[in-house]
């Protein structure tokens, strides 16, 4: 499986983008899929998962701001991001832990990043 995630750029504080995250191969599945971001000089932190039944989670940094949602026949994940803020710059990865034996020993799939920045 590989991750193609798109979507990143440079947007003024209060603005908006829509990253995608599209998987080949097998893709998705049924697993959960991930959003995560990396700061400069920051460690990579969980922004927000998503279900293949479609429940989320958010950090609390992104709560009523960012949406995480995925079309399961496509097996594309996105993340909208409204009232940015320059806290928001980082590279952004989707990720998705796909589970292989019965103890959870699994292989992490990650896509390449995509660069957001929120100027002031």
């Known amino acids: 499986v590989q991750l193609q995630a798109s979507g990143g750029g440079l947007v003024q504080s209060g603005g908006s983008l829509r990253l995608s995250c599209a998987a080949s191969g097998r893709g998705f599945g049924r697993d959960d899929v991930d959003w995560y971001r990396q700061a400069p000089e920051r460690q990579r932190e969980l922004v927000a998962t998503i279900t293949y039944g479609g429940s989320t989670n958010y950090a609390d940094s992104v709560k009523g701001r960012f949406t995480i949602s995925r079309d399961n026949a496509e097996n594309t994940v996105y993340l909208q991001m409204n009232n940015m803020k320059p806290d928001d710059t980082a590279v952004y990865y989707c990720?998705?832990?796909?589970?292989?034996?019965?103890?959870?020993?699994?292989?992490?799939?990650w896509g390449k990043g995509t660069q957001v920045t929120v100027s002031s």
């Open positions: 990720h998705f832990r796909r589970v292989i034996t019965v103890e959870g020993a699994g292989v992490d799939y």
